[in-house]
């Protein structure tokens, strides 16, 4: 069973950029694609992007294309999640997510990460 880790997260001011990262336990880690999610206070858990085993593959909700790029280095055994032009909407909790199948849908993910806060000042 993989356990999956976030960092990153933190208090940033509207307009900053911030990398956030997930790294995974077991290796190879490229068995796994990996989605990343988000959980604002009061809302439901939304899809943010996911990505391919091998990372050729991304995938982004549609309201995060443009500021939001996932990554992976499977060497490391991390994905990565870049944001630019942070906005206090952008607020919420961070989730990284594994599984065997490339989806975009969090009811499909078997191993979740505990999440990382991040935090938008205005």
């Known amino acids: 069973q993989v356990q999956l880790v976030e960092s990153g997260g933190g208090l940033v001011q509207a307009g900053d950029s911030l990398i956030l990262s997930c790294t995974a336990s077991?290796?190879?880690?490229?068995?796994?694609?990996v989605g990343w999610f988000r959980q604002a206070p009061g809302k439901e858990r939304e899809f943010v992007a996911a990505?391919?085993?091998?990372?050729?593959?991304?995938a982004y909700a549609n309201s995060m294309k443009g500021r939001f790029t996932i990554s992976r280095d499977n060497a490391k055994n991390t994905v990565y999640l870049h944001v630019n032009s942070l906005k206090p909407e952008d607020t919420a909790v961070y989730y990284c997510a594994a599984n065997w199948v490339f989806t975009t849908s969090g009811n499909e993910y078997k191993f979740w990460g505990q999440g990382t806060q991040v935090t938008v000042s205005s």
């Open positions: 990505i391919s085993r091998s990372g050729a593959t991304p």
């Open positions: 077991e290796v190879p880690f490229s068995r796994y694609a």
